[in-house]
């Protein structure tokens, strides 16, 4: 948390008060930090431990579907949407780019489902980050997600984009190695008496049962 703290800080120099700065890091970040912030996305409390609870519950599927829909937005983007985005001038977000084209209803609408989109997908992040900083730090699940909301609006005020770039590069190395680190563990720890499979959501078919 004071890494991301201190990086997110960091880059208020690199806006330079600049609108094209804070919205899209003046459209000047490098292919590997693009790479790092898209996969640490996949480093949160939805993605990793929603999917191990949901996969661990029901069913492989159930917890695969996130990362599986996920992935394919991100490489249909990158294949279909990212070049005509960039080459877009004057524009800082996804809704001026589709009010060029569909005009203001459009841009309204798109609009108002980016927004709520990205509550849930937050208030998802915010809960996780707040029971972890609750049972490190002994204080009330509330407390904490007030805490970690107080942190991560600090530094993303701060620096806009590149913010949340830079701290996704930390985060995400930390992340990954964690999960890697877990899943060796847990594998060479494993106990003979493990869980029974999974029972997959009642009346579900699922694509390995189809054949």
């Given at each position: 948390?004071?890494?991301?703290?201190?990086?997110?800080?960091?880059?208020?120099?690199?806006?330079?008060?600049?609108?094209?700065?804070?919205?899209?890091?003046?459209?000047?970040?490098?292919?590997?930090?693009?790479?790092?912030?898209?996969?640490?996305?996949?480093?949160?409390?939805?993605?990793?431990?929603?999917?191990?609870?949901?996969?661990y519950k029901y069913?492989?599927?159930?917890?695969?579907?996130?990362?599986?829909?996920?992935?394919?937005?991100?490489?249909?983007?990158?294949?279909?949407?990212?070049?005509?985005?960039?080459?877009?001038?004057?524009?800082?977000?996804?809704?001026?780019?589709?009010?060029?084209?569909?005009?203001?209803?459009?841009?309204?609408?798109?609009?108002?489902?980016?927004?709520?989109?990205?509550?849930?997908?937050?208030?998802?992040?915010?809960?996780?980050?707040?029971?972890?900083?609750?049972?490190?730090?002994?204080?009330?699940?509330?407390?904490?997600?007030?805490?970690?909301?107080?942190?991560?609006?600090?530094?993303?005020?701060?620096?806009?984009?590149?913010?949340?770039?830079?701290?996704?590069?930390?985060?995400?190395?930390?992340?990954?190695?964690?999960?890697?680190?877990?899943?060796?563990?847990?594998?060479a720890n494993s106990?003979?008496?493990?869980?029974?499979?999974?029972?997959?959501?009642?009346?579900?078919?699922?694509?390995?049962?189809?054949?």
């Amino acid at each position: 948390m004071v890494i991301s703290f201190l990086i997110g800080f960091a880059t208020l120099f690199m806006v330079q008060g600049e609108a094209e700065n804070f919205f899209v890091a003046g459209k000047s970040l490098n292919l590997w930090i693009i790479v790092f912030t898209l996969g640490a996305q996949s480093i949160d409390s939805n993605a990793i431990l929603g999917n191990a609870d949901l996969s661990y519950k029901y069913h492989f599927y159930d917890g695969a579907a996130l990362p599986i829909g996920l992935g394919l937005s991100l490489i249909l983007n990158g294949l279909f949407l990212a070049r005509h985005i960039n080459a877009e001038t004057n524009v800082l977000t996804l809704p001026d780019v589709l009010a060029r084209r569909y005009g203001k209803i459009v841009e309204v609408l798109v609009s108002i489902a980016t927004i709520c989109s990205f509550m849930m997908l937050l208030a998802g992040n915010l809960v996780g980050m707040g029971v972890i900083l609750a049972y490190v730090w002994g204080i009330t699940v509330q407390s904490a997600i007030w805490t970690a909301a107080t942190i991560v609006w600090a530094y993303t005020v701060t620096g806009g984009l590149f913010s949340v770039a830079y701290t996704d590069v930390a985060q995400g190395a930390i992340g990954w190695s964690g999960c890697a680190i877990t899943a060796f563990y847990l594998i060479a720890n494993s106990e003979p008496n493990a869980p029974p499979p999974s029972i997959g959501s009642p009346g579900y078919i699922y694509p390995d049962a189809i054949g």
